[in-house]
């Protein structure tokens, strides 16, 4: 197969969508078969190079387009519907567009990935150009061949809320890089409790800092809101340093930053609410997360139960990887053909 995959979201600091796109495309390479990727997409100049940097050693074609307003480049493509991808990407089997944009196509399998509906459950609470694009997308997804989501709760809301058939829908769990393990440096030498939650509401810092004052504790609380964007090995560091990682996030799509600290060595304080069910298994401490109460309940709890937790979460994270990710992308192509 020739499978075109969109990169647009690689020429941003990586996060989330940024971090799968990278680790489905390592997958699908290293399960084989000879299948050919193409990375694709209209960047910006300064973009151009986190996406080279991000591909960096990937036996993959590059039809990357450099334009000095990308963002407008990429939303125009999919409004006039015109050119055709082929037109710069020549012929294909598959392609596999993000939800940065929504590239028109002649022929060939059309997909995307949906990595969760937040934007439409919670518009209010989210940016509106980040609404706009995000229901964008969800609205195209009703017209694709194969719709890939992260987890089952995700799948679920996507049959619910945009009626797309489940015979469509593929669930590619996300899994952990090889940066996220126990062994190596770890950040400071004093105990501290970590999280990754930022200002964003979704990702609930207020609660989480009324929380660790109810602690009265004399670890300090490290998170991302105070330390702004880390690298994979920054955050690692800080994983594998960490007493207690705790993400109490009010919705997700899959939760990534839990596997990545259970993966690391740390035990887990997670919100209870049902989209982080798989991300946690059976390996977390699972609290409220409007509950600034609760949250410091599962902190002490976590404290007290650490020695229990780590390998619990150690083995749990086990179970995702991105060789994984990549066969189901590759099998669900070549069903859908």
Known sequence: ?????????????????????????????DAGGGHELVAFGPVSLRGRKLLDAALEGLSVERRIVTVPYA??????????????????????DVLHFS?????????????????DLGPLRYPERLHPRTVRMHTGTANE?????????NSEFTATDV??????????????YPGVFPVFTPEGPAFRGDPFIFSTATPDWRKN???LRRAWKLLHTDLPLITLGDLGYRTDD?????????????????????GIPVLEAMASGAPCVVSSHPSLDEACGAAAIRVDPESPEAIAAGIR???????????????????FTWLETGRVHLQSYADAL
């Open 99 to 115: 939800d940065w944009m929504r590239p028109p196509q002649r022929s060939g399998l059309r997909s995307t990935m949906i990595h």
């Open 301 to 319: 709890e976590a404290l007290e139960r650490r020695d229990e937790l780590v390998p619990l979460g150690l083995a749990h994270a086990r179970r």
């Open 234 to 254: 920054q955050l690692a560091r800080f994983y594998r340093g960490a007493t207690v990682f705790v993400y109490p996030s009010r919705f997700e799509g899959f």
């Open 141 to 149: 997804a009703r017209g694709c061949d194969l719709v890939f989501v």
């Open 159 to 172: 049959v619910e809320r945009l009626g797309v058939s489940r015979e469509r829908v593929r669930v590619a």
């Open 1 to 29: 197969m020739r499978i075109a995959y969109d990169v647009t979201p690689l020429s941003h600091p990586r996060t989330g969508v940024g971090n799968y796109i990278l680790g489905a495309l390592e997958g699908m390479l």
């Open 205 to 207: 810092l207020d609660n």
């Open 71 to 92: 963002h407008a480049t990429r939303r125009a493509w999919g409004g006039l519907g015109r050119p055709p991808a082929e037109r710069f990407l020549g012929p294909f």
